[in-house]
């Protein structure tokens, strides 16, 4: 488990830069092949551990806010050119390039490597399938970092300093690199110097710990807390799944959960939806406010609109309930014992009435 304690700011789950300040949500992650550079880049997602943890449970297809734990990682990397996903296949939210080491379990190396014949892209985002936090602000500051600067990596550290070499993105030329080294090592200590030819394309690297390959890469550390914490036991599960609750995140959380089972990819400013269904709640009546969102959703999905779309329908339904309230406050109270009813209003004519 990586650590994880909460910070001052509730939503510094969606990018906890300690010199940014954090707006009303996650930001939009970047659209696919738009990350640092004219090629973008690529991600490898590991989710083939056996979660021995977790009893042995399908520890990607775990739920934490409603959604499974791959499915929130995948999110997170939406902007990458191709996506990689090493483990067995399972249905995703949205479509991937499966892999698989050989043989199957032997590790997060070989892993690795797997999924790396799989990319182009010289920036490649390296993550693992428990990370609850993660979100498309911290993969792009990981990116940027490592475009601005000449190491070979640039990875997250916890709450306690520790290394995450699987919250990170490095250069697929220096992961190449060290990964051919380290089978031609394996190689030759199993076989004789002899033997030791470039094993490149198929490495066998099971079993060996990732911190052989962390340890031969320059890298730069980014401290976060949050982004870096990883659900490895039941108690890190239940963590995550109380932090989304509350306060500060819970309708961040509802949005992204609710676009991607509706499958909406549609960023739009959920104060105006609030300050909108405020005026109906109260200008017109309390059911009012989630039948007119619903209208003004319906109208911008008519209009066949973006986030323009949504604004400009909110503005005209935030103006009638104004005009409805202003109304209702200039309408002059009834008379003492006359009936508050429309002079042409129909007499209620039940049996009962």
């Known amino acids: 488990m990586t650590a994880y304690e909460p910070v001052g700011d509730p939503r510094a789950g969606s990018d906890p830069a300690p010199d940014s300040e954090a707006g009303p949500g996650p930001d939009p992650a970047p659209g696919p092949g738009t990350g640092p550079g004219p090629a973008g880049y690529d991600a490898v997602v590991l989710a083939g551990g056996a979660a021995r943890r977790l009893g042995g449970a399908d520890k990607p297809g775990l739920r934490v806010g409603g959604r499974a734990l791959l499915?929130?990682?995948?999110?997170?990397?939406?902007?990458?050119?191709?996506?990689?996903?090493?483990?067995?296949?399972?249905?995703?939210?949205?479509?991937?390039?499966?892999?698989?080491?050989?043989?199957?379990?032997?590790?997060?190396?070989?892993?690795?490597?797997?999924?790396?014949?799989?990319?182009?892209?010289?920036?490649?985002?390296?993550?693992?399938?428990?990370?609850?936090?993660?979100?498309?602000?911290?993969?792009?500051?990981?990116?940027?970092?490592?475009?601005?600067?000449?190491?070979?990596?640039?990875?997250?550290?916890?709450?306690?300093?520790?290394?995450?070499?699987?919250?990170?993105?490095?250069?697929?030329?220096?992961l190449r690199r060290e990964l051919a080294a380290l089978a031609r090592d394996r190689a030759g200590r199993s076989a004789g110097a002899a033997d030791a030819t470039d094993t490149a394309d198929t490495p066998d690297l099971t079993g060996l710990p990732?911190?052989?390959?962390?340890?031969?890469?320059?890298?730069?550390?980014?401290?976060?807390?949050?982004?870096?914490?990883?659900?490895?036991?039941?108690?890190?599960?239940?963590?995550?799944?109380?932090?989304?609750?509350?306060?500060?995140?819970?309708?961040?959380?509802?949005?992204?959960?609710?676009?991607?089972?509706?499958?909406?990819?549609?960023?739009?400013?959920?104060?105006?939806?609030?300050?909108?269904?405020?005026?109906?709640?109260?200008?017109?009546?309390?059911?009012?406010?989630?039948?007119?969102?619903f209208l003004v959703g319906y109208a911008a999905g008519r209009a066949q609109g973006g986030p323009e779309a949504v604004a400009e329908a909110a503005r005209k339904a935030a103006a009638l309930a104004l005009r409805w309230a202003e109304e209702a406050a200039a309408e002059p109270a009834p008379a003492p014992g006359k009936p508050d009813v429309a002079p042409d209003a129909t007499p209620d004519t039940r049996p009962d009435a």
């Open 71 to 174: 499915d929130r990682v995948l999110a997170a990397c939406a902007g990458a050119r191709t996506t990689v996903v090493v483990a067995e296949p399972r249905p995703t939210a949205r479509p991937v390039t499966w892999a698989r080491e050989d043989p199957p379990g032997g590790g997060p190396l070989a892993a690795l490597a797997a999924g790396l014949r799989h990319t182009t892209a010289e920036h490649v985002l390296v993550v693992s399938a428990d990370l609850p936090f993660l979100a498309g602000p911290t993969v792009g500051r990981l990116l940027s970092a490592l475009a601005a600067g000449d190491a070979d990596g640039v990875l997250l550290t916890d709450a306690d300093g520790r290394d995450q070499p699987l919250v990170a993105a490095y250069r697929a030329s220096a």
């Open 210 to 293: 990732l911190r052989r390959l962390t340890g031969a890469l320059r890298l730069t550390r980014l401290p976060d807390a949050v982004a870096s914490f990883d659900c490895d036991t039941w108690d890190d599960i239940a963590t995550a799944r109380a932090r989304i609750r509350e306060h500060g995140h819970v309708l961040d959380e509802w949005i992204s959960a609710a676009k991607d089972e509706l499958g909406i990819d549609l960023d739009v400013d959920i104060k105006v939806l609030l300050d909108l269904a405020r005026d109906a709640a109260h200008g017109v009546a309390r059911p009012a406010a989630p039948l007119t969102t």
